[in-house]
């Protein structure tokens, strides 16, 4: 009787497989015929993709979770867009790197990921069109913001058009299955201070903890010195063939980072976005405030703020502020005017929709 019960749903299942590579077909001819309508215009249009996850995470009935559906249509989408032109995203490699996870996850398993030596490289890579976009990390949950990032974005040309969040697990990885006569562990800066508590008692004084440009690249160095150990994540572990000798080893259980992608694009509102602008303040009490008082006025809300020196002068600062909404809507549009009014710099980063996974 089981056997019987069994034949019957796999036979269902492979019907519904039947139908769903057909469908999945139509979806795909339809994508096609659009790129053709657009004439070598702008394929991806992250309002468009944004608005489709929510739609389908919104339609889902179950037993699938809504963050299940929307990965298997990111893949989907990937793929279809991949029919007109695959999208080439710069990174910081090298392969293996949570850069790279936050490229896949956010454009899919279609998209040509290059691995560039710096985030100065990648940036410059799409600056001069060699490249169609670049995922930059901007700001660690526990660690805070990625300067480099931030000090780039001053100057450059390119335009936030979307962002990824991306929850990171580090762990302890070697060739060697053991954790004796290590000694050095390499690891991205940002890693080495996620990890500081667990290494002070898990590993001896004397190990030495060596700072290296990211954390693949620092499994790359442990795959290479059998003393040597590396922290970093599953895609590092499988890409240089490491163990693990301990997981999860960050030292805060939420531990995430937020990545943004950047291309030369505007984006359109989606009603769930957030726009992202750079300003300048002269050194003088109350210019944080003075600045501040358009975004409350207009009743815009602020989700960072953050500052950097400007380079431009001794004590000099410019700041980082996202607020909810896009550039498009009334109050923030009235906000930035507000601005303008009151200081010599502001730069619009971009306006772009809020991360769907």
């Known amino acids: 009787m089981s056997e019987q019960l069994l034949k019957q749903h796999r036979d269902a299942i492979d019907s519904i497989d039947v139908q769903i590579l057909n469908l999945l077909n139509q979806r795909a001819q339809h994508a096609r015929d659009i790129g053709e309508i657009k004439g070598g215009g ?5 309002e468009r993709e944004a608005q489709v996850l929510r739609r389908i995470k919104e339609l889902n009935p179950g037993p699938l979770a809504g963050e299940s559906v929307a990965r298997l249509f990111r893949e989907v989408m990937s793929e279809c867009l991949a029919l007109e ?3 080439s995203i710069a990174y910081l490699g090298p392969e293996g790197t949570f850069t790279q996870l936050a490229a896949l996850k956010h454009f899919g398993h279609a998209a040509r990921t290059v691995a560039c030596g710096s985030i100065d490289e990648a940036f410059r890579l799409v600056e001069s069109r060699t490249l169609d976009y670049v995922v930059a990390p901007v700001e660690n949950s526990t660690e805070g913001a990625i300067g480099r990032t931030l000090d780039l974005m001053v100057s450059s040309p390119l335009k936030i058009c ?8 580090h762990h302890l990885l070697r060739k060697d299955g053991t954790q004796d006569g290590i000694r050095r562990v390499y690891a991205h ?10 290494l002070n008692k898990n590993l001896p004084a004397s190990v030495e903890r060596v700072s290296v440009a990211s954390n693949a690249e620092a499994a790359r160095l442990a795959a290479e010195e059998p003393d040597c150990a590396a ?8 890409r240089y063939n490491l163990l693990k000798l301990a997981e999860n080893i960050e030292d805060e259980p939420n531990n995430t980072t937020r990545f943004l992608v950047l291309g030369h694009q505007d984006v359109g509102p989606t009603g769930q976005d957030k726009t992202s602008i750079i300003v300048s303040a002269p050194n003088r009490p109350g210019a944080v405030h003075y600045l501040l008082e ?5 009743g815009v809300s602020m989700t960072k703020f953050e500052s950097r020196p400007s380079r431009a ?7 980082f502020i996202d607020m909810e909404g896009h550039v498009q809507d009334a109050n923030l549009a009235a906000a930035l005017e507000d601005l303008r009014q009151r200081t010599a710099f502001v730069k619009v980063l971009g306006a772009y929709p809020l991360a769907v996974l």
Do not use: T
Not at 162 to 169: D, K, N, P, T
């Open 231 to 238: 922290i970093a994540g599953q895609a590092a572990a499988e």
């Open 313 to 319: 002068g001794l004590w000099d600062y410019v700041f």
């Open 294 to 298: 358009p975004l409350a006025a207009n």
């Open 42 to 46: 702008i394929i991806y249009r992250p």
């Open 85 to 87: 032109k695959p999208l």
């Open 189 to 198: 800066a940002q890693a080495l201070a996620q990890c500081h508590e667990w």
């Open 162 to 169: 979307g962002e990824v969040v991306l929850r990171i697990h």
